[in-house]
Each structure stands twice: as C-alpha cells, then as structure tokens.
T-cell receptor, first 113, second 111 residues
C-alpha cells in the first residue's frame, strides 16, 4: 500500500537534546512538508522540500533542521535551540504538479520531559 | 503566517442538521482545499476547488469559493456523529507549492 509513514508515534526529549523525527513516503511524490500543530490550533509550516537536495524554510523554521537526500525521506531534527518543542508534528507529501491533494502521516507527538 | 482564518472556531449541532464552516484568506490562490482531522491523527483530504471554480460537490460535501471576497465555505449536509472532527481549509498560493492552513473549526455532532 502506498502511503506516508511517520515514526515514532510518541517521542520524549530531555532538555538540551536533539531528536530526529522520521518521515518516509512511497508515493513517488516530489514535495514533502513538515508542520507543527499546537493543541487546538492549526498547522504551521516548518520546512518544505520540492526536490531532492533542496529545501526551504517555512514560517517557524528556527530551532529545526531538515535534509532531503532521498526522494522518499524527509527527516526533521528538533534541536536544543527550539525552546518550546512540545507539539504534534505532521509530515505531508504532494505530487509535483499543482492542483492535487496532500497526503499526511499520522503524526509524531513530541514531549519535553 | 497562517493564510486562512476559519469561522466559527467551534460548532456543535444535532445529528441530521447541516454544518457550515467558512474560511477567509489573504492572497491570490491556485486552489483551496479542505481537510478533516480526527483527534490526535493526521489530516485527510476532503475536497479541492480550483481558483476558476465557484462550487464543487462530493457526496454530502459542498464547497463554494468566492475569489473576489477571498473566502470559501464548506457545507456538510445531513450530519452524522462520525462527522465529529476538526476541519481545516488550506490554500495553495501563487508562489512555491505549499499549503497554508487556517486555524480550523472543531465540529461536534450530537446524537
């Protein structure tokens, strides 16, 4: 089955630690996205990538980093510079052409302990 | 910045009634999409309307788009308890291909 997979589902981070959230898709989509969602809020764009080896900052990129070495994978690292990382993180992918729907993973809930 | 603002933030109706949610946005768009999110889950695509379309239907869903007012509405007819979820509009603007989401409407259908 084609889809987009995020792991882990739950992640706990100690203060000062970097953690990496995984996002993998087998839909052959060109574009991939990371969003952050706080309780009762909408989605805010962290980073996005439209082709391999290229990515752009979204609205709230500070304290986060990404890589896009393979078309299928777009991992997000939450660094110690992100002062309030507790949130629900969602990964999405889109085909290259405009006017198509996005597919979302099931999310990773990150908690700072 | 979040492109869309949704109204109302929360909506509670009885099963069988119709639910209407509104979305306003700020800049020119290629298309506008509506998504549904069950609590603690990912988003699921519901319907897409292009900037040159004014109305679109899919099952019990009806979406309208008014580009002159930069607004869209989602109507769910004959609501069911299973429709309880958060609903988000997302716009795909003129520049890089990225979806910008609104704050969402939390819909509760009471049996």
């Amino acid at each position: 089955d084609g889809g987009i997979t995020q792991s882990p589902k739950y992640l706990f981070r100690k203060e000062g630690q970097n953690v990496t959230l995984s996002c993998e898709q087998n839909l052959n989509h060109d574009a991939m996205y990371w969003y952050r969602q706080d309780p009762g809020q909408g989605l805010r764009l962290i980073y996005y990538s439209q082709i391999v080896n290229d990515f752009q900052k979204g609205d709230i990129a500070e304290g986060y980093s990404v890589s896009r070495e393979k078309k299928e994978s777009f991992p997000l690292t939450v660094t110690s510079a992100q002062k309030n990382p507790t949130a629900f993180y969602l990964c999405a992918s889109l085909p290259g052409q405009r006017g198509t729907e996005a597919f979302f993973g099931q999310g990773t809930r990150l908690t700072v302990v | 910045s979040q492109q869309g603002e949704e109204d109302p933030q929360a909506l509670s109706i009885q099963e069988g009634e119709n639910a209407t949610m509104n979305c306003s946005y700020k800049t020119s768009i290629n298309n506008l999409q509506w998504y549904r999110q069950n609590s603690g889950r990912g988003l699921v695509h519901l319907i897409l309307i292009r900037s040159n379309e004014r109305e679109k239907h899919s099952g019990r869903l009806r979406v309208t788009l008014d580009t002159s007012k930069k607004s869209s509405s989602l109507l769910i007819t004959a609501s069911r308890a299973a429709d309880t979820a958060s609903y988000f509009c997302a716009t795909d603007g003129q520049g890089a291909q990225k979806l910008v989401f609104g704050q969402g409407t939390r819909l509760t259908i009471n049996p």
